[in-house]
């Protein structure tokens, strides 16, 4: 399944999360994020990742993976909905996790519902696009385009999907009118 | 030109620019989450050494980790750096990876496919 929009209005988060916590978890957050919840987390994922009997390129894919998908909701995340106020103002979901031979790497957050179109298309694009031209794609927005307004180089997402050579899995629940919730799961 | 001596953190390099000697250098991690920040000073004061440079200039990249913000920066960088080149005078940009790190360098190879400066890739053998 690549991806699925979910139109029922009833989409429950805590029975979403419990249902994500698959395989060894090596770290799994609700709520605010912040630059020091990013710093603290990288901190706790390099060392468990340190434990592991792995290859030093696989960590450090592992691991640039994280920046790039906490960084990305650090700069696009819309704020909650109203009714969910109490979960924090700039609430996200992370977890990483082992599961077999695999790093699974899953981030939620709320999106206004107007946003959706763009971003899913932006998603099947960059799926779209073999290894070879993911890299091509790649330099040239790292060439040409110029910083987003939020500090963002337009490039998380397309660095993500050039580092794993399968497709990059999310849904999007609707959550009410005016928001859903986006969920992106990466395997490395 | 006053040196540069910026002092690494677990988010941003250590930087060492010496326009005496000619001699520049970015060490470590480079993972802010606003890098703009970060390196703006960095690419002012290459912009100054730019328009005087010394005949032979050494850059020396040796990054453990950069994040997409960051990726933007360094090739601001190198864009000062390669104004350098083009006044007849002599640059090197030496690119160091660790064994393994393949992302590492095709990261340095898609910059030096995108500049028109000379790049040398360079293996560091795990310690």
Redesign the interface.
Known sequence: MKSNENNTNNFELEKWFSSQLLGEVLFSYKGNIS?SL??EI??TIENELGKKEE???IK??V??IL??AL?NL??HIDSTPQEKLSLGERFIVFIISKDGESYRIITGNFIKINKVRLLKDRIDQVNYLSVEER?AL??LI??NQE?SEK???G??II?IAR?ISTDLNYNFFRYDDEYAFFALHVEI | MEAILIEGT??TPTVNFNAQEGKFEIKGRS?P????EFYKPLVDWLDKYASNPLDKTEVNIQLE?F???S??CI?DVFKKLEKVSQGNKEIVINWFY?E?????L?AGE?YQ??LRIPFKMIEIG?E
């Open positions: 630059p990013i710093t990288l901190e290859k030093m390129k450090k894919r691991y640039n920046v790039e960084q650090y700069h890299k790649y330099k790292l060439n910083f500090g963002g180089g490039l998380g660095d580092r | 677990p988010k993972i989450e606003n890098s703009i980790y994040n997409t913000s990726s933007k090739l660790e393994d790190d393949e992302d590492m095709e898609d496919s995108i795990e």
